[in-house]
């Protein structure tokens, strides 16, 4: 991947946990690196097939003096976040965040945080069966694209399934999406939970009925399993419920596990 770089943007800041550094200010430095393709602008020679580099430093200047931070780390983070939203060209940021005149009481060069953060695809299930179905699952998308942290680049064909499990219950609505995240799995995950309870999901039996259900069935190629997050979801294989709409949309990406594409998985459960 390109890189585009400036270094040691230098910017009079009012950040730190003491009181002084928040009225006098001090000098922080700032060097950052963006992810992003420059083989437009290189074959071009265009300006507006690029980052423009004024342009980039006014914006991080601004954004640097929005707010008061303790840490540098916030400071960091809330930066990174401002450049992947800002610059959607952008799939990688890297800061360095310097602090020369950090009151320590040592001779020291600097105190620094630097920092990576990417943009991340994610491939989510979508299910209702109770209520207006089709209602509850635009809702669902809609939450999903409103926050912003998540953006839906595409969203499969709709599917009436038969229920699986619990099988005393109405069919069932399904479809996937695909999802632009700044968020990691876990955080993803209860973006999810919190919109499920927002249109009133009860767990009360087992695969039973729901007005939503939301299920990670991709992150990236990552493969994680913890208390609150697995990923790949571990049934998704076995479900034609799941495949043929996540198929719809995502027929060649490679099953992270499984070492198969999506197309195949959904091959092998029609034979």
């Known amino acids: 991947m390109d890189k585009i770089i400036v270094k040691d943007l230098e910017i009079y800041g009012f950040h730190g946990v003491y009181s002084e550094e928040k009225k006098i200010g001090q000098r922080f430095l700032i060097t950052i690196e963006l992810y992003t393709s420059t083989r437009k602008a290189g074959i071009t020679d265009d ?8 342009e980039l430093c006014h914006d991080i200047e601004k954004e640097f003096k929005n707010d008061k931070y303790d840490l540098i780390e916030k400071a960091a983070e809330d930066l990174a976040t401002f450049v992947l939203l800002k610059y959607t060209s952008v ?34 299930g979508l299910g209702s069966n109770m209520g207006d179905k089709r209602k509850n699952i635009d ?32 069919d069932f609505l399904n479809c ?14 209860m973006l999810l939970l919190d919109i499920e309870k927002e249109l009133k999901r009860e767990r009360i039996v087992r695969w039973g009925p729901r007005t939503i259900d939301l299920d990670i069935l991709l992150y990236d190629d990552i493969i994680c399993s913890n208390e609150k997050t697995i990923i790949p979801h ?24 499984l070492k198969k594409r999506i197309i195949e998985l959904k091959d092998e459960i029609e034979k």
């Open 234 to 257: 571990p049934r998704m294989h076995e479900r034609m419920f799941v495949i043929e709409p996540l198929c719809d949309i995502a027929p060649y990406v490679m099953h992270p596990i």
């Open 176 to 189: 996937a999406i695909k999802v632009e995240t700044l968020l990691y799995p876990d955080e993803l995950m």
């Open 91 to 124: 799939n990688k940021v890297k800061i360095l965040l310097k602090k020369p005149w950090a009151p320590i009481g040592k001779p020291v060069k600097y105190a620094a945080v630097e920092i990576e953060r990417s943009k991340h695809i994610a491939y989510i």
């Open 139 to 170: 809702s669902a998308i809609d939450k999903i694209n409103y926050n912003k942290f998540t953006r839906v680049l595409d969203v499969s064909n709709f599917y009436e399934t038969e229920p699986v499990g619990y099988v005393e219950q109405d």
């Open 47 to 54: 300006l507006t097939q690029t980052i423009n580099y004024g």
